[in-house]
């Protein structure tokens, strides 16, 4: 099964409104990122959180991270259609010191209305 | 910097033809991905290369699927013989290894298997 899971699976939100993404995850991880899918491209890297961080802010975008309930939350604030896409979690399993890979969820597709 | 590159972005076969995929990293990144994303199982990691090497290919859904990394600077997912259930878009990142760094992606390639 995924590591991550974001919940809900489609949202669908008026332009300006604020949108809240959110990932839960089983293992333990070294950080947690976000990323953003538009249709028909590749994804982009949005915002990287460490294990030992708790908030972090990038422009209109708010991350949390709760590891005590393995955890996330992405929220972009005053959205606009231009935000349109699917966004991913995605956490690290870092095995040892060679071997690091990601592993994503299955996505949240966020619809902004006009 | 031209970013990962891919290609072909589409590649249309029949059933049974050998297809090969290729991937061009960012110049200096040294860990390497191919992912594979489909409606139903969503984004899932088929191998990874640090430093040329395969790390983990535990994503390699069958021995129809094989993976190679010659250099730095390219590596090709070949699919012989090629099956419908192949059917996805493919997707090659480059990042430098670490547990802190983001993923860049390529555009893919859209595979349909007839």
């Known amino acids: 099964s995924q590591q991550g899971e974001e919940d809900p699976q489609a949202l669908s939100i008026q332009e300006g409104e604020n949108a809240t993404m959110n990932c839960s995850y089983k293992?333990?991880?070294?950080?947690l990122q976000w990323y953003r899918q538009n249709s028909g491209r590749g994804l982009v890297h949005l915002i990287l959180i460490r294990s030992n961080e708790r908030e972090k802010h990038s422009g209109r975008l708010r991350v949390t991270l709760d590891t005590s309930k393995k955890s996330s939350s992405l929220l972009i604030t005053a959205s606009r259609a231009a935000d349109t896409a699917s966004y991913f979690c995605a956490t690290d399993t870092f095995a040892t010191s060679s071997n690091y890979k990601l592993t994503f969820g299955k996505g949240t597709l966020l619809t902004v209305n006009p | 910097d031209a970013g990962v590159i891919q290609s072909p972005r589409h590649e249309v076969t029949e059933m049974g033809q050998e297809v090969t995929l290729r991937c061009k990293p960012i110049?200096?990144?040294?860990?390497l991905f191919w992912y594979r994303q489909t409606m139903m199982r969503g984004l899932e990691l088929l191998i990874y290369?640090?430093?040329?090497?395969?790390?983990?290919d535990s994503g390699m859904p069958e021995d129809r699927f094989s993976a190679k990394m010659p250099n730095a600077s390219f590596s090709t997912l070949k699919i012989q013989p090629s099956e419908p259930r192949d059917s996805a878009v493919y997707f090659c990142a480059s990042s430098r290894t670490g547990t802190y760094n983001e993923q860049f992606f390529g555009p893919g390639t859209r595979l349909t298997v007839l």
């Open positions: 290369f640090n430093n040329n090497v395969p790390i983990d």
């Open positions: 110049s200096g990144h040294n860990s």
């Open positions: 293992t333990s991880i070294n950080n």
